[in-house]
T-cell receptor, first 114, second 114 residues
Framework: DVKVTQSSRYLVKRTGEKVFLECVQD?????MFWYRQDPGLGLRLIYF???????EKGDIPEGYSVSREKKERFSLILESASTNQTSMYLC?????????????FGPGTRLTVT | AQSVAQPEDQVNVAEGNPLTVKCTYS??????LFWYVQYPNRGLQFLLK??????LVKGSYGFEAEFNKSQTSFHLKKPSALVSDSALYFC????????????FGSGTRLQVQP
């Protein structure tokens, strides 16, 4: 089974802090994704990566950056956390072929910024 | 641009009755369609997908979905609901040749009453 793990289930940070959310997958997947989930808005794509050191902006990249130095690891960085970044953050991965388009999700990190 | 609409925020059904959760999509070209389920405080779990072939797709936990190209719909169905089916359901789409990430709907909460 594909396993996607995220570094924390719950995180509380103060406004202005730099926040790192880490995601690791164990299936040698090429693609990795970061979403945020908010009630009534579904999942919105922040960034994704299709290869090591490669990244593309999603629909809501403002206030976030990402890093992918190794194939299995994809980090989301909040340079200066703000209260409107309080949310559930979900990491996902998928393979490269058309038969692998489904994404596998981690358990999520619920981030609260105070 | 691709998009997904889930017109119902919540669906209520009695245990043992059939259930339908609606989804319509917009995408250029042929769509790849997915359903995911989310239980409280968990990540998303893959239920089923339509890539090509039969319009009726069978997935996990007795769920199925029907692809209707003319109506651009991909409704999720189950012949007999269980209380344990109560969860948040997301429909997602990816277009052929489009960006690698999925576009998700806003989610539908399914409540199955005993």
């Amino acid at each position: 089974d594909v396993k996607v793990t995220q570094s924390s289930r719950y995180l509380v940070k103060r406004t202005g802090e730099k926040v790192f959310l880490e995601c690791v997958q164990d299936m040698d997947h090429e693609n990795m994704f970061w979403y945020r989930q908010d009630p009534g808005l579904g999942l919105r794509l922040i960034y994704f990566s299709y290869d090591v050191k490669m990244k593309e902006k999603g629909d809501i990249p403002e206030g976030y950056s990402v890093s992918r130095e190794k194939k299995e690891r994809f980090s989301l960085i909040l340079e200066s956390a703000s209260t409107n970044q309080t949310s559930m953050y979900l990491c996902a991965s998928s393979g490269a072929g058309s038969e692998s388009y489904e994404q596998y999700f981690g358990p999520g990190t619920r981030l609260t910024v105070t | 641009a691709q998009s997904v609409a889930q017109p119902e925020d919540q669906v209520n059904v009695a245990e043992g009755n059939p259930l339908t959760v609606k989804c319509t999509y917009s995408v250029s070209g042929n769509p790849y369609l997915f359903w995911y389920v989310q239980y409280p405080n968990r990540g998303l779990q893959f239920l089923l997908k339509y890539i090509t072939g039969d319009n009726l797709v069978k997935g996990s936990y007795g769920f199925e979905a029907e692809f209707n190209k003319s109506q651009t719909s991909f409704h999720l169905k189950k012949p007999s609901a269980l209380v344990s089916d109560s969860a948040l359901y997301f429909c997602a789409v990816r277009g052929l040749g489009g960006r690698r990430a999925l576009t998700f709907g806003s989610g539908t909460r399914l409540q199955v009453q005993p």
